[in-house]
């Protein structure tokens, strides 16, 4: 057995607050750099110390090869405490186990196929179809608009104007205070009587919903993440799903698909109409490949150059920090940790690994096309996490981003307003501070 490496302090750590002050002001930037002071760095949060996994190789040790010697880090007691409850999101291995045989089937590919994909389609044209030639868009909101009412068909089967989406995302948006900021701040500077106003609110409006269904018993006629979860039993007792943890499913499903995909899909906009060359291949494939029609999923495999957009877009904007932390003394990188550690990385930090990508920072979805690249994928690139808590519905939400890509493609070119710095901010998932584009309709 190799002897135990001593772990390396990050540089600027303050008395009393550690590191805080620098990841509050440039977390981006003095995450990617850690990575030259070695495999595993330490960082303080204010009295806690964390360790900081600098490639991807350790944090696959994490997340695959000894994930049984980890639980759920600060990450995801956050959104525990936001109102994910005791959903499988937030649930610790054993539970997560358990809820996600529930939770698998309503992903399965065939259901995305037959029941979910036409709704995301019409969807994605009910939002573009309200643009007009030459109308500035702020895309940042409008890719939002996108995804949120992609959720609200598919997982609660409403439409996106109702009465009801409209409480659902009141509700979500009431607390906007950074789920980062909040995971590095000290206690003190926390307002925990503001986040458990919003959990109520949050929690107030879903049960509402789920109670609504119950009541309606619609199993014959709605086909929707809420009613199948609402006609699932607990294999354990045989009995109906305890509504709460159907209400905390539902709540997780919101953290985790809708603002995500929706960055997503905005950045991936945003490198396309950065660089002239990768629109011009994005339009000829939608072209040959549609002939004028509205993309279907089985069209998906016929499109590798928008999958490549997807996965770039993916790559270079990911989740910021992910948390775990160690359940007994386990050996990651070399590096021994102590039960009760607390680990992190960052997907956005790993994925500009200059060591694995060439020319990190830059927006190229062709290095998704070389064959040599695909088979590095498996252990240097995790946007959806890896391992036993891999996130379940990121088959779904790349459906969902394919088809927005393809059939926005197909109709229209997005085009950057001269003047405008857009910049990535600091949050779960790296957002644009702004994305302001020219919707030019393509011509026929």
Known sequence: MSKALPVPVAPGRLP????????????????????????????????????VLTDADAAHQVLVEQYRKFEKGRGQEELRVVGAGNGMLVADNQSNRKQRRLIQPLFHKDRIARDFAPRLVEEIYRVTGSWISGQRLEFDQEAMRIVRGMFMRTILNEPAGSGL?????????????????????????IDRN??????????????????????????DTRNDCLTLLLNETDPDTGEP???????????????????STGRSLAWAFHGVGQHPDVERKLHEEVDVVLEGRPVQFDDLPNLPYVAAVVEESLRLYGLLINTRKAVETVTIADVEM?????????????????????????????RWIVEKFEQSLHRNVMPYSKGPRTCLGAEFASVELRLSVASIAQRWSLQPINGQFVRPVPDTFLRPNMLPMTAVPRSK
Not at 22 to 47: C, K, M, Q, W, Y
Not at 241 to 259: I, P, Q, S, W
């Open 194 to 219: 503001r986040i458990a106003y919003f959990r109520k609110y949050l929690h107030s409006i879903v049960e509402r919903i789920v109670k609504q269904r119950d009541l309606e018993k619609h199993e």
């Open 165 to 189: 989406a409209d409480d659902v995302w009141d509700a979500f948006d009431y607390d906007k205070s950074s789920a980062f900021m909040r995971l590095i701040a000290p206690e003190s500077a």
């Open 16 to 51: 009393m607050v550690g590191h805080m002050g620098e990841l509050a002001r440039e977390p981006i930037a003095f995450l990617d750099s850690l990575s030259t002071l070695g495999r595993v760095v330490r960082v303080d949060l204010g009295g806690i110390h964390a360790y």
């Open 241 to 259: 799903l305890d509504r709460d943890l159907v209400r905390d499913e539902v709540v997780g499903l919101l953290f985790a698909g809708t603002d």
């Open 338 to 366: 102590p039960a009760g550690t607390e680990v992190l990385f960052s997907h956005s930090a790993l994925h500009r690994d200059p060591r694995v990508f060439a020319e990190p920072n830059r927006f190229n979805p062709d």
